[in-house]
Protein backbone atom coordinates (compact mmCIF):
# COMPACT_ATOMS: atom_id res chain seq x y z
CA UNK A 1 0.00 0.00 0.00
CA UNK A 2 1.68 3.36 -0.36
CA UNK A 3 2.32 6.06 1.76
CA UNK A 4 -0.73 8.06 2.52
CA UNK A 5 -0.11 11.70 1.27
CA UNK A 6 -0.92 12.97 4.99
CA UNK A 7 2.44 11.02 5.99
CA UNK A 8 4.04 12.93 2.70
CA UNK A 9 3.13 10.11 0.44
CA UNK A 10 1.30 10.82 -3.53
CA UNK A 11 -2.05 11.53 -3.02
CA UNK A 12 -4.40 10.01 -5.14
CA UNK A 13 -5.95 12.69 -6.88
CA UNK A 14 -4.38 16.56 -6.95
CA UNK A 15 -7.01 18.06 -9.48
CA UNK A 16 -10.13 19.24 -7.31
CA UNK A 17 -12.97 16.93 -8.75
CA UNK A 18 -15.29 18.53 -10.86
CA UNK A 19 -17.75 20.53 -9.46
CA UNK A 20 -21.44 19.07 -9.47
CA UNK A 21 -24.05 21.13 -11.82
CA UNK A 22 -26.66 20.76 -12.88
CA UNK A 23 -27.25 24.27 -15.22
CA UNK A 24 -26.99 23.17 -18.48
CA UNK A 25 -28.37 24.68 -22.02
CA UNK A 26 -32.06 23.90 -20.87
CA UNK A 27 -31.88 26.70 -18.39
CA UNK A 28 -29.89 28.83 -20.53
CA UNK A 29 -32.86 28.81 -22.96
CA UNK A 30 -35.36 29.10 -20.58
CA UNK A 31 -34.00 32.66 -19.38
CA UNK A 32 -33.14 33.69 -23.06
CA UNK A 33 -36.91 33.61 -23.42
CA UNK A 34 -38.26 35.21 -20.80
CA UNK A 35 -35.34 37.84 -21.48
CA UNK A 36 -37.11 38.18 -24.39
CA UNK A 37 -40.61 39.21 -22.81
CA UNK A 38 -38.84 41.65 -20.85
CA UNK A 39 -41.31 40.50 -17.65
CA UNK A 40 -38.90 38.94 -15.03
CA UNK A 41 -41.59 39.47 -12.55
CA UNK A 42 -45.62 39.98 -13.11
CA UNK A 43 -46.20 40.31 -9.24
CA UNK A 44 -49.31 42.45 -8.25
CA UNK A 45 -49.61 43.38 -4.60
CA UNK A 46 -53.49 43.54 -5.17
CA UNK A 47 -56.34 41.73 -5.67
CA UNK A 48 -56.78 40.82 -9.40
CA UNK A 49 -54.29 39.36 -12.13
CA UNK A 50 -50.73 39.31 -11.23
CA UNK A 51 -51.37 38.67 -7.71
CA UNK A 52 -50.36 34.62 -7.67
CA UNK A 53 -47.47 36.09 -9.58
CA UNK A 54 -46.43 35.54 -13.44
CA UNK A 55 -46.66 32.87 -16.09
CA UNK A 56 -43.08 31.21 -15.66
CA UNK A 57 -44.21 31.19 -11.61
CA UNK A 58 -47.67 29.91 -12.20
CA UNK A 59 -46.31 27.16 -13.91
CA UNK A 60 -43.66 26.27 -12.28
CA UNK A 61 -45.58 25.29 -8.92
CA UNK A 62 -48.43 23.47 -11.07
CA UNK A 63 -45.30 21.24 -12.18
CA UNK A 64 -44.25 21.10 -8.81
CA UNK A 65 -47.56 20.54 -7.53
CA UNK A 66 -48.45 17.49 -9.87
CA UNK A 67 -44.31 16.10 -9.56
CA UNK A 68 -45.25 15.90 -5.64
CA UNK A 69 -48.79 14.55 -6.07
CA UNK A 70 -49.81 17.52 -3.75
CA UNK A 71 -52.42 20.07 -4.12
CA UNK A 72 -50.81 23.39 -3.86
CA UNK A 73 -47.19 23.98 -4.59
CA UNK A 74 -46.61 27.86 -3.67
CA UNK A 75 -42.97 28.81 -4.39
CA UNK A 76 -41.02 31.44 -2.53
CA UNK A 77 -37.69 33.76 -3.24
CA UNK A 78 -35.70 31.06 -0.42
CA UNK A 79 -36.62 28.28 1.56
CA UNK A 80 -35.45 30.73 4.84
CA UNK A 81 -38.69 32.65 3.86
CA UNK A 82 -40.63 29.57 3.26
CA UNK A 83 -40.29 28.72 6.65
CA UNK A 84 -41.17 31.88 7.72
CA UNK A 85 -44.22 31.71 5.62
CA UNK A 86 -45.58 28.63 6.69
CA UNK A 87 -45.06 28.96 10.52
CA UNK A 88 -46.99 32.35 10.18
CA UNK A 89 -49.75 31.18 8.27
CA UNK A 90 -50.28 28.71 10.88
CA UNK A 91 -51.75 31.92 12.96
CA UNK A 92 -50.57 30.42 16.43
CA UNK A 93 -51.07 32.66 19.17
CA UNK A 94 -47.13 32.89 20.86
CA UNK A 95 -45.80 29.70 21.95
CA UNK A 96 -43.19 26.92 21.67
CA UNK A 97 -42.35 24.85 18.28
CA UNK A 98 -40.07 21.46 18.94
CA UNK A 99 -37.47 21.22 16.52
CA UNK A 100 -34.15 19.60 15.46
CA UNK A 101 -30.73 21.07 17.03
CA UNK A 102 -29.69 18.96 13.62
CA UNK A 103 -30.14 21.21 10.82
CA UNK A 104 -29.32 24.45 9.65
CA UNK A 105 -30.17 26.93 11.79
CA UNK A 106 -33.00 28.84 9.51
CA UNK A 107 -35.11 25.93 10.45
CA UNK A 108 -34.98 27.19 13.97
CA UNK A 109 -34.79 31.11 12.83
CA UNK A 110 -38.17 31.20 11.17
CA UNK A 111 -39.82 29.76 14.11
CA UNK A 112 -37.98 33.16 16.16
CA UNK A 113 -38.93 35.40 13.53
CA UNK A 114 -42.59 34.15 13.18
CA UNK A 115 -42.31 35.37 17.04
CA UNK A 116 -41.95 31.34 19.07
CA UNK A 117 -40.18 30.17 20.80
CA UNK A 118 -38.01 27.45 19.45
CA UNK A 119 -37.73 24.27 21.86
CA UNK A 120 -35.04 21.65 21.20
CA UNK A 121 -35.52 17.86 20.68
CA UNK A 122 -33.05 14.90 20.27
CA UNK A 123 -32.31 13.43 17.15
CA UNK A 124 -32.38 9.74 16.48
CA UNK A 125 -28.97 8.27 15.85
CA UNK A 126 -30.00 6.30 12.90
CA UNK A 127 -31.62 8.63 10.54
CA UNK A 128 -30.45 12.07 12.56
CA UNK A 129 -33.96 13.42 12.81
CA UNK A 130 -36.12 14.27 15.66
CA UNK A 131 -36.61 11.34 18.46
CA UNK A 132 -40.80 11.19 18.28
CA UNK A 133 -39.76 10.26 22.27
CA UNK A 134 -37.81 13.45 23.26
CA UNK A 135 -40.27 15.10 21.02
CA UNK A 136 -43.42 14.05 23.66
CA UNK A 137 -41.04 14.45 26.65
CA UNK A 138 -40.70 18.61 25.50
CA UNK A 139 -44.43 19.31 24.99
CA UNK A 140 -45.80 21.45 27.18
CA UNK A 141 -49.28 23.76 27.39
CA UNK A 142 -47.39 26.32 25.17
CA UNK A 143 -46.46 23.82 22.84
CA UNK A 144 -48.62 24.75 19.29
CA UNK A 145 -46.14 22.49 16.57
CA UNK A 146 -43.81 20.39 15.49
CA UNK A 147 -41.21 21.39 12.89
CA UNK A 148 -39.42 18.21 10.99
CA UNK A 149 -36.38 17.86 9.15
CA UNK A 150 -36.00 15.83 6.67
CA UNK A 151 -31.80 16.08 6.82
CA UNK A 152 -29.65 14.76 4.70
CA UNK A 153 -32.05 13.64 2.18
CA UNK A 154 -33.61 11.04 4.72
CA UNK A 155 -37.06 11.73 6.73
CA UNK A 156 -38.22 11.86 10.24
CA UNK A 157 -40.38 9.21 11.26
CA UNK A 158 -43.67 10.88 10.63
CA UNK A 159 -45.89 8.25 11.45
CA UNK A 160 -44.67 8.56 15.38
CA UNK A 161 -44.65 12.21 14.89
CA UNK A 162 -48.36 12.80 13.35
CA UNK A 163 -49.53 10.37 16.05
CA UNK A 164 -48.00 12.63 18.70
CA UNK A 165 -48.94 15.46 17.50
CA UNK A 166 -52.88 14.31 17.02
CA UNK A 167 -52.35 12.75 20.56
CA UNK A 168 -51.53 16.68 21.54
CA UNK A 169 -53.71 18.65 19.06
CA UNK A 170 -50.45 20.06 17.40
CA UNK A 171 -49.73 20.65 13.69
CA UNK A 172 -46.50 19.29 11.94
CA UNK A 173 -44.35 21.24 10.07
CA UNK A 174 -42.07 19.49 7.49
CA UNK A 175 -38.57 21.32 6.38
CA UNK A 176 -37.47 18.77 3.38
CA UNK A 177 -35.02 21.40 2.04
CA UNK A 178 -32.32 19.14 1.36
CA UNK A 179 -34.74 16.05 0.60
CA UNK A 180 -36.53 16.67 -2.94
CA UNK A 181 -38.02 13.54 -4.50
CA UNK A 182 -36.61 11.56 -1.35
CA UNK A 183 -39.97 9.52 0.10
CA UNK A 184 -41.07 8.04 3.70
CA UNK A 185 -43.18 5.05 3.69
CA UNK A 186 -43.62 5.24 -0.35
CA UNK A 187 -44.72 9.35 -0.13
CA UNK A 188 -42.45 11.80 -0.74
CA UNK A 189 -40.83 13.72 2.20
CA UNK A 190 -42.37 17.09 2.95
CA UNK A 191 -45.67 16.27 2.01
CA UNK A 192 -46.81 14.08 5.00
CA UNK A 193 -47.58 17.22 7.63
CA UNK A 194 -49.75 19.86 7.84
CA UNK A 195 -47.50 21.76 5.43
CA UNK A 196 -43.88 21.51 4.05
CA UNK A 197 -41.39 21.96 1.37
CA UNK A 198 -38.08 22.36 -0.03
CA UNK A 199 -35.41 24.70 -0.77
CA UNK A 200 -33.84 25.50 -4.21
CA UNK A 201 -30.77 27.27 -3.08
CA UNK A 202 -27.62 26.67 -5.37
CA UNK A 203 -26.21 23.48 -2.86
CA UNK A 204 -29.72 21.52 -3.36
CA UNK A 205 -29.74 18.95 -5.83
CA UNK A 206 -31.49 21.07 -8.32
CA UNK A 207 -31.64 24.76 -7.47
CA UNK A 208 -32.85 28.46 -8.86
CA UNK A 209 -30.19 29.84 -7.37
CA UNK A 210 -32.09 30.81 -4.75
CA UNK A 211 -35.46 29.95 -4.10
CA UNK A 212 -38.00 27.14 -2.34
CA UNK A 213 -41.42 25.58 -2.68
CA UNK A 214 -44.06 25.43 -0.12
CA UNK A 215 -46.43 21.93 -0.56
CA UNK A 216 -49.73 21.76 1.55
CA UNK A 217 -53.20 19.62 0.50
CA UNK A 218 -54.54 22.61 2.89
CA UNK A 219 -56.52 25.27 1.23
CA UNK A 220 -56.27 27.85 3.96
CA UNK A 221 -52.84 27.25 4.62
CA UNK A 222 -52.27 27.59 0.89
CA UNK A 223 -54.11 30.75 0.96
CA UNK A 224 -52.21 32.11 3.89
CA UNK A 225 -49.16 31.37 2.16
CA UNK A 226 -50.03 33.57 -0.92
CA UNK A 227 -50.86 36.33 1.16
CA UNK A 228 -48.11 36.31 3.67
CA UNK A 229 -45.63 36.41 0.34
CA UNK A 230 -47.17 39.03 -1.26
CA UNK A 231 -47.29 42.01 1.51
CA UNK A 232 -50.49 40.13 2.54
CA UNK A 233 -52.33 43.90 2.33
CA UNK A 234 -54.64 42.62 -0.67
CA UNK A 235 -58.17 41.47 0.08
CA UNK A 236 -58.86 38.06 -2.07
CA UNK A 237 -62.07 36.91 -2.18
CA UNK A 238 -61.87 33.94 0.07
CA UNK A 239 -63.94 31.90 2.34
CA UNK A 240 -60.91 32.34 4.99
CA UNK A 241 -60.18 34.97 7.05
CA UNK A 242 -57.10 36.44 7.22
CA UNK A 243 -55.63 39.47 9.32
CA UNK A 244 -51.78 38.66 8.49
CA UNK A 245 -48.44 40.82 8.25
CA UNK A 246 -46.73 40.24 4.89
CA UNK A 247 -43.45 39.83 3.35
CA UNK A 248 -42.01 40.01 -0.25
CA UNK A 249 -40.93 36.49 -0.64
CA UNK A 250 -41.89 36.30 -4.15
CA UNK A 251 -39.88 34.19 -6.58
CA UNK A 252 -39.03 36.04 -9.98
CA UNK A 253 -39.81 34.69 -13.28
CA UNK A 254 -36.40 33.98 -14.35
CA UNK A 255 -36.05 31.46 -10.71
CA UNK A 256 -38.86 29.79 -11.84
CA UNK A 257 -37.79 29.43 -15.72
CA UNK A 258 -34.78 27.67 -14.08
CA UNK A 259 -36.95 25.80 -12.07
CA UNK A 260 -39.08 24.24 -14.48
CA UNK A 261 -35.96 22.87 -16.47
CA UNK A 262 -34.64 21.66 -13.06
CA UNK A 263 -37.26 20.08 -11.71
CA UNK A 264 -37.40 18.15 -15.29
CA UNK A 265 -33.74 16.46 -14.48
CA UNK A 266 -34.48 15.49 -11.19
CA UNK A 267 -35.45 12.07 -11.39
CA UNK A 268 -31.92 11.54 -13.41
CA UNK A 269 -29.99 13.19 -10.67
CA UNK A 270 -31.42 11.48 -8.02
CA UNK A 271 -30.36 8.45 -9.41
CA UNK A 272 -26.46 9.76 -9.81
CA UNK A 273 -26.74 10.78 -6.16
CA UNK A 274 -28.25 7.16 -4.98
CA UNK A 275 -25.57 5.21 -6.67
CA UNK A 276 -22.70 7.39 -5.47
CA UNK A 277 -24.15 6.58 -2.06
CA UNK A 278 -24.43 2.80 -2.61
CA UNK A 279 -21.24 2.97 -4.10
CA UNK A 280 -19.75 4.83 -0.65
CA UNK A 281 -21.96 2.79 1.33
CA UNK A 282 -20.66 -0.91 0.09
CA UNK A 283 -16.91 0.40 0.98
CA UNK A 284 -17.79 1.68 3.99
CA UNK A 285 -19.67 -1.42 5.25
CA UNK A 286 -16.34 -3.29 5.17
CA UNK A 287 -15.10 -1.81 8.11
CA UNK A 288 -15.93 -2.23 11.43
CA UNK A 289 -15.44 1.28 12.81
CA UNK A 290 -17.10 2.89 9.92
CA UNK A 291 -21.23 2.93 9.15
CA UNK A 292 -23.59 4.34 7.55
CA UNK A 293 -26.88 3.97 8.97
CA UNK A 294 -30.04 2.66 7.21
CA UNK A 295 -33.33 4.09 8.48
CA UNK A 296 -36.28 1.85 8.03
CA UNK A 297 -38.78 3.21 5.63
CA UNK A 298 -36.98 5.61 3.84
CA UNK A 299 -35.90 6.00 0.42
CA UNK A 300 -33.01 7.96 1.04
CA UNK A 301 -31.66 11.12 -1.65
CA UNK A 302 -28.11 11.80 -0.02
CA UNK A 303 -27.77 15.27 -0.15
CA UNK A 304 -25.14 14.40 2.31
CA UNK A 305 -23.88 10.83 3.20
CA UNK A 306 -24.14 10.39 6.74
CA UNK A 307 -21.59 8.57 8.05
CA UNK A 308 -20.77 7.87 12.25
CA UNK A 309 -16.98 6.87 12.63
CA UNK A 310 -15.53 5.48 16.28
CA UNK A 311 -12.82 7.33 17.16
CA UNK A 312 -10.03 4.39 16.94
CA UNK A 313 -7.14 6.27 19.32
CA UNK A 314 -6.06 9.50 20.73
CA UNK A 315 -3.94 9.83 17.01
CA UNK A 316 -6.36 7.70 14.61
CA UNK A 317 -9.60 10.23 15.47
CA UNK A 318 -12.36 12.29 13.07
CA UNK A 319 -10.14 14.94 12.44
CA UNK A 320 -7.20 13.18 11.62
CA UNK A 321 -9.18 10.83 9.41
CA UNK A 322 -11.17 14.05 7.49
CA UNK A 323 -7.34 15.47 7.07
CA UNK A 324 -6.14 12.24 5.79
CA UNK A 325 -9.31 12.09 3.28
CA UNK A 326 -8.42 15.99 2.65
CA UNK A 327 -4.40 15.40 1.54
CA UNK A 328 -5.37 12.52 -1.04
CA UNK A 329 -7.75 15.03 -2.42
CA UNK A 330 -11.41 14.54 -1.20
CA UNK A 331 -12.38 17.55 0.19
CA UNK A 332 -16.23 17.43 0.19
CA UNK A 333 -16.18 15.81 4.11
CA UNK A 334 -16.27 17.13 7.44
CA UNK A 335 -16.43 16.01 11.14
CA UNK A 336 -19.76 16.68 12.69
CA UNK A 337 -22.78 18.45 11.56
CA UNK A 338 -24.51 21.01 13.10
CA UNK A 339 -25.88 21.94 16.70
CA UNK A 340 -28.49 24.84 16.28
CA UNK A 341 -28.72 25.06 20.05
CA UNK A 342 -25.47 25.57 21.04
CA UNK A 343 -25.34 28.37 18.87
CA UNK A 344 -24.86 32.04 20.23
CA UNK A 345 -27.84 33.69 19.77
CA UNK A 346 -29.88 30.49 20.76
CA UNK A 347 -27.89 29.73 23.84
CA UNK A 348 -28.30 33.48 25.05
CA UNK A 349 -31.67 33.54 24.04
CA UNK A 350 -33.27 30.27 24.09
CA UNK A 351 -31.35 28.33 26.45
CA UNK A 352 -31.77 24.58 26.17
CA UNK A 353 -31.22 23.17 29.92
CA UNK A 354 -30.92 19.42 29.49
CA UNK A 355 -28.07 18.17 27.11
CA UNK A 356 -29.05 16.93 23.57
CA UNK A 357 -27.20 13.59 24.55
CA UNK A 358 -27.15 12.06 20.97
CA UNK A 359 -26.85 15.84 18.91
CA UNK A 360 -23.79 16.93 21.10
CA UNK A 361 -22.10 13.35 20.55
CA UNK A 362 -22.64 13.21 16.81
CA UNK A 363 -21.53 16.54 16.32
CA UNK A 364 -18.01 16.57 18.53
CA UNK A 365 -17.31 13.00 18.06
CA UNK A 366 -18.84 10.90 15.26
CA UNK A 367 -20.32 11.91 12.60
CA UNK A 368 -18.48 13.19 9.04
CA UNK A 369 -20.65 14.50 6.14
CA UNK A 370 -19.85 13.46 2.85
CA UNK A 371 -21.44 16.31 1.35
CA UNK A 372 -22.93 14.39 -1.70
CA UNK A 373 -24.29 17.78 -4.04
CA UNK A 374 -20.53 19.04 -4.00
CA UNK A 375 -18.52 17.34 -6.46
CA UNK A 376 -19.97 15.51 -10.06
CA UNK A 377 -18.29 12.00 -9.73
CA UNK A 378 -20.28 11.25 -12.74
CA UNK A 379 -17.29 9.56 -14.74
CA UNK A 380 -16.18 6.50 -13.94
CA UNK A 381 -11.84 8.14 -12.96
CA UNK A 382 -13.94 10.69 -10.85
CA UNK A 383 -15.80 7.37 -9.21
CA UNK A 384 -12.43 5.01 -8.63
CA UNK A 385 -10.86 8.07 -7.46
CA UNK A 386 -13.12 8.73 -4.48
CA UNK A 387 -13.67 5.06 -3.84
CA UNK A 388 -9.56 4.33 -4.06
CA UNK A 389 -8.95 7.52 -1.36
CA UNK A 390 -11.59 6.06 1.10
CA UNK A 391 -10.55 2.57 1.07
CA UNK A 392 -6.42 3.49 0.78
CA UNK A 393 -7.32 5.67 4.10
CA UNK A 394 -9.31 3.07 5.86
CA UNK A 395 -6.85 0.18 5.13
CA UNK A 396 -4.47 2.03 7.11
CA UNK A 397 -6.51 2.31 9.80
CA UNK A 398 -7.99 -0.82 9.35
CA UNK A 399 -3.70 -2.22 10.09
CA UNK A 400 -3.48 -0.47 12.68
CA UNK A 401 -6.65 -1.60 15.21
C1 LIG B 1 -32.55 21.93 6.49
C2 LIG B 1 -32.53 23.31 5.90
N1 LIG B 1 -33.49 24.19 6.26
C3 LIG B 1 -33.51 25.43 5.76
C4 LIG B 1 -32.57 25.87 4.85
C5 LIG B 1 -32.63 27.27 4.32
O1 LIG B 1 -32.85 27.26 2.94
P1 LIG B 1 -32.45 28.52 2.02
O2 LIG B 1 -30.96 28.57 1.95
O3 LIG B 1 -33.08 28.19 0.69
O4 LIG B 1 -33.03 29.72 2.63
C6 LIG B 1 -31.56 24.99 4.44
C7 LIG B 1 -30.52 25.42 3.49
O5 LIG B 1 -29.48 24.87 3.33
C8 LIG B 1 -31.54 23.67 4.98
O6 LIG B 1 -30.59 22.80 4.63
Redesign the pocket.
Same mark, same amino acid.
Given at each position: MSELAINGGEPIRSDEFTKYNTIGPEEKNAVAKVMDTGVLSAYFGKAGNGFLGGEKVQEFERSWADYFDIKHAITVN???? +??VTMVSAMGFEDGEIITSPW??C??AAAIVHAGHTPIFADIDPIDFCLDPVDVERKITKKTRAILA?D?HGGSAKMDELLAVAKANNLKVIS?A??SPGGKYKNKYTGTLADIGGF???Y??HIHTG? +? +?VIVTNDDELAFKCQLIRNHAEAYIPSPFEASLVGHNFRMGEIEAAIGNEQLKKLDSVLVERKKIAKEVTELVSKYQFMSIPMPQNVEHVYYVIPIVFSNINKKLNRNWLISALHAEGLRNVYGGFANVHKLPYFQKNFPTNENLAIAENMHQNEFVCFQNCMYALDETSQQSDLLNIIEKVLNYIAKRI
Open positions: SWTS +GLTMATVIDAQSLNHKE +G +G
